[in-house]
């Protein structure tokens, strides 16, 4: 069965993401899952520096470990149960059916790795638990997870709102011919607003592209605004964001290798960190 | 990959640095110890325990484990030394890298799930026993100074902690009673005294033996040893760790890293080493859990020997001495003596054979050698029990039908044939097979012989119900379904 899944964990976009995944969920007719991934975190150990050992040393430290680790994920495992309880009440408040919950051990990206066969779009927020002092940050699996994941990914602000007019990033590669194929299928955007923007020189080459994609998502009856913009990406995206009220950009993740990214940059990462809307990520 | 960098060196530096450093404190006196055992300059195994454990920081294959000259391959190579110096042991320790490689690249690293508990457990107890024994040369013929301060620096070791915990108290006994021998002005043996001491940086050294087949012959029974038994004792202590920190490791990788560690130490004038269960633990102990932990003890190893070269020199070997009783006694599993009365007696048997081999020889690879067999041995014995035939004879008193159940090879192969009853006269005998395994050609051929022994009573035999394991062996090697091959085994 492919649900939408929605990473949950103690940070502030947790709420975000509760509602932006019953959203989905119900426009999609898809069943909701919430998951909370219990990391091995590195707790620091007591020193004891004392550097020596005697009789049953190792069976001894062996216990003593264990048992701090127990004592630990016990209380991990009740927090991350709160935690899906209250995700879960408040999607049926919104209106949600049965929404499920997972509980992992493990590494996030892992763990999705392994639910990604019944995965049909994941709900993440932007940042993890340590990120909210740190600003214009985004958190640090969430590259990775995008990376690696095949799946189309919402990643969410800290705020709710409900999405009605779509912005879809064009850039005519194969991915996002492809995206446009399913945002114009998808009953997740239906009857919104529909922005789709191409960031280029005024070439024929461009406003072909753009007539594609038009005439794509006409057919499947969306009401679009086209435009061709030039400029540089992040900066177009953003423009066109505030002026037309966008509250939902669909755009393709990481075309390029990490090298080129530390090199460059990259306007995936850019835009991240600059967006207040949730972003849809096409990989 | 970035993030794996991160996780695998910086996800605990201060806890790391400090182990690091506790650990290397402590890798010194061994060092020194094992050197003395295998009777090369304390250097050889300074420099080896220094390279190795950078080295395995690096390419190994368990996090946080600690690497460097040991016990158990400094007692393999005792004769090599004595008889063809050491020239021939740095060619020994390079061959061995190699074959350590090898190794990985074979996977022989799963092998290791034949090696059963007990096994692990003999093995570590007879490598307490050997530390302890390579002790003893220090505390023979010599004055009650000697004593005394071996008992003090024991009692130092244990009761310090009681003060405080945040200095290693390994330190503290070397520190006391190195003070204690130059103020008193003793008379008594100190590690200046068992040869040279590194006063440089290490400096890349070519083995100074002749390239031939002869030296080959000389070096590869050595080297095939340590290689094993550096491995046996590397992927144990992985084991350990991994259950300390719940945390898993690549044990091929860690073959194959102590391979290139080894050929590094033998490189630098340094002996073959392998991973060490007792500064390893103590390493978890004091707070390392990743690689910077492993490489912190070997570059402090460095800087500590050569910088305070002078004043290491000055420790008494009583100080070595009790330190290196702390490791024995932390490495002897003290719980196995108290499972002797709870455990099965095979596994008992099997630890101790483990333990009274390595002892005896004074090889590890040959203790775990023995103990395998004895293990595979006692399971055979185990698993032929499970076996039973039951038989009925029908009303009319002409045919009798043999249920087989359980599991037919070849340590259960004669009882299997003596259950049948030959001397009864009946005209149809019937063999239900359909519960039971047949293992291996051996249970084939006992199958067989019931077979043919009935046929030459005149009884027709009837097997029924060679389940699909049992069919694919029988039908590779039986004889009896084959008409002519009756006649082959009857002209024999």
């Not at chain 1, 114009?184 to 607003?193: D, E």
């Not at chain 1, 529909?194 to 461009?206: F, I, L, N, P, R």
């Not at chain 2, 310090?160 to 108290?169: E, G, H, K």
Request: charged letters at 15%; one cysteine or more; proline letters at 3%.
């Amino acid at each position: 069965m492919a649900n939408v899944m929605a990473c949950i964990d103690g940070s502030r976009s947790a709420l975000a993401v509760c509602d932006y995944a019953a959203w989905a969920s119900q426009r999609m007719d898809a069943p909701l899952a919430f998951l909370h991934v219990l990391g091995k975190s590195d707790y620091p150990v007591p020193a004891d520096l004392s550097g020596n050992i005697g009789l049953g040393s190792r069976e001894h430290l062996l216990q003593e470990l264990a048992e701090l680790d127990e004592k630990r994920s016990r209380l991990a495992l009740e927090q991350g149960r709160l935690m899906l309880d209250a995700a879960k009440a408040r999607a049926v408040a919104a209106g949600v059916e049965h929404p499920a919950s997972r509980q992992r051990h493990g590494e996030l990206v892992d763990t999705l790795q392994e639910l990604e066969s019944d995965l049909r779009l994941l709900v993440i927020g932007r940042q993890g638990e340590q990120g909210e002092s740190l600003g214009e940050h985004i958190g640090s699996h969430l590259e990775n997870v995008v990376r690696t994941l095949h799946r189309p990914i919402l990643v969410v602000p800290t705020e709710y709102r409900e999405p009605q007019r779509i912005l879809i990033a064009f850039d005519g590669s194969a991915t996002m011919r492809k995206g446009i194929e399913m945002v114009a299928s998808s009953p997740l955007f239906r009857s919104l607003a529909c922005h789709v923007v191409v960031v280029g020189a005024d070439k024929a080459e461009s406003h072909a592209q753009l007539d594609w994609a038009r005439t794509t998502l006409e057919q499947a009856g969306f009401e679009v605004t086209a435009s061709l913009r030039s400029g540089q990406v992040e900066e177009v995206l953003c423009g066109y964001r505030e002026d037309h009220a966008i509250d939902l950009i669909v755009m393709g993740a990481y075309g390029h290798s990490r090298i080129r990214e530390f090199l460059v940059g990259s306007t995936t990462t850019h835009l991240l960190r600059k967006s207040t809307v949730p972003l849809l990520l096409l990989r | 990959m970035m993030n794996s960098i991160r996780q695998n060196w910086f996800s605990n530096i201060r806890g790391d640095l400090l182990a690091g450093l506790v650990v290397a404190l402590a890798l010194i006196p061994e060092a020194i110890a094992f050197s003395v055992i295998a009777g090369v300059d304390p250097k050889v195994g300074l420099y080896a325990s220094f390279c190795i454990a950078v080295v395995t920081a690096f390419v190994g294959g368990r996090p946080a484990m600690i690497s460097a000259a040991t016990a158990a391959m400094a007692v393999l190579m005792v004769t090599l030394v004595k008889e063809h110096g050491l020239q021939y042991l740095l060619a020994a320790t390079l061959l061995t890298g190699v074959l350590q490689i090898g190794m990985g690249y074979l996977r022989l690293g799963s092998l290791m799930r034949f090696v059963s508990r007990s096994v692990v457990t003999g093995f570590v107890n007879a490598l307490a026993i050997l530390i302890f024994m390579a002790q003893l040369p220090e505390l023979t013929n010599v004055t009650w100074h000697v004593y005394a301060m071996t008992a003090g620096g024991l009692a130092i070791i244990y009761l310090f902690p009681y003060v405080t915990r945040s200095i290693p108290s390994p330190l503290v006994t070397i520190v006391v009673l190195t003070g204690l021998a130059m103020l008193l002005n003793l008379d008594i043996r100190t590690v200046g005294d068992m040869g040279e001491l590194p006063d440089t940086l290490p400096i890349f050294l070519w083995p100074e033996v002749p390239l031939d087949f002869e030296t080959l012959a000389i070096i590869f029974p050595y080297s095939i040893s340590l290689a094993v038994v550096g491995l046996l004792e590397s992927l144990m202590t992985a084991t350990i760790i991994d259950d300390l920190t719940d945390t898993s490791s690549d044990k091929n990788r860690e073959c194959k890293g102590q391979g290139v560690a080894n050929i590094a130490s033998g490189m630098i004038g340094g002996m073959a080493g392998c991973a060490m269960i007792g500064q390893s633990v103590i390493n978890v102990k004091s707070g390392g859990r990743t690689r910077l932990s492993t490489l912190t003890a070997g570059v402090f190893l460095l800087i500590l020997v050569v910088f305070l070269g002078d004043w290491v020199a000055k420790i008494p070997m009583a100080a070595l001495v009790a330190v290196m009783i702390m490791v024995s006694i932390g490495t002897f599993s003290w719980t196995s003596l108290a499972n002797l009365k709870t455990h099965p007696l095979s596994s008992s048997i099997v630890m101790i054979a483990t333990v009274v081999v390595v002892v005896a020889t004074h090889n590890l690879a040959f203790g775990v050698f023995v103990g395998v067999l004895l293990a595979a041995l006692f399971f055979a014995n185990k698993v032929a029990q499970y076996k039973y035939v039951a038989s009925a004879l029908s009303e009319d008193g002409r045919s009798r039908t043999y249920t087989v159940v359980g599991q037919v090879f070849f340590a259960s192969a004669d009882r299997f044939v003596a259950y049948f009853d030959f001397r009864e006269a009946v005209d149809q005998v019937t063999i239900d097979v359909s519960q039971a395994h047949f293992w291996d050609i051996t249970s084939v051929s006992a199958l067989d012989k019931v077979v043919l022994k009935f046929r030459r009573e005149g009884t027709t035999v009837e097997v029924i119900g060679l389940n699909e394991a049992s069919a694919t062996i029988v039908d590779r090697f039986a004889v009896h379904d084959k008409p002519e091959a009756v006649d082959n085994l009857m002209g024999h």
